[in-house]
């Protein structure tokens, strides 16, 4: 079971409420998805990640040394910004390579990015549907969030 707050510390009462977590990792345009290098060094990288049905999806590509690190050790963590607020989801990825997961990643991706923008969505799905490219399903063991709103209204 993920735990969605953070019930100690000090910003307890700047936690973003349920609804806004969700708005959070819906909305938010890019991510910073952070691993460990083999020798313990962190290493970031910007990503788009789509939310569907609940769920978070990434997208890499096989043979990078991010991917090769992921298969060795899953762990991981997203951090999300938007407008009202941030969310850090520390959890693990799941790598998936069913064609389904794909046009499911896409889709949701064309939807978040282009909106009716079809010629753009045509070119970057050239682009991103490739044979080498997977998608990875990030689940979250707990979410750390802060809700600037609250903050900055104290």
């Known amino acids: 079971m993920t735990e969605v707050q953070n019930k100690t510390g000090w910003n307890t009462s700047y936690q973003l409420d349920e609804g806004g977590l969700w708005r959070t990792l819906v909305k938010s345009g890019h991510a910073g998805w952070c691993w460990a290098t083999g020798d313990g060094a962190s290493v970031m990288a910007i990503v788009s990640p789509v939310c569907v049905n609940g769920d978070i ?35 693990h990825v799941e790598f998936d390579t069913r064609p389904e997961i794909m046009v499911m990643f896409l889709q949701g991706l064309q939807e978040r990015v282009f909106g009716a923008a079809h010629d753009l969505a045509y070119t970057h799905f050239k682009h991103m549907n490739s044979p080498d490219r997977w998608i990875c399903k990030f689940v979250p063991e707990k979410y750390v969030t802060f809700d600037e709103e609250k903050f900055l209204a104290d």
């Not at 991010?66 to 762990?75: A, E, G, I, Q, Y």
């Not at 997203?78 to 520390?90: D, R």
């Open 57 to 91: 999806y990434l997208t890499t590509i096989e043979g990078r040394a991010k991917t090769n690190r992921l298969l060795k050790d899953p762990r991981c963590s997203l951090t999300m910004y938007h407008e009202t607020g941030s969310v850090t989801a520390i959890g």
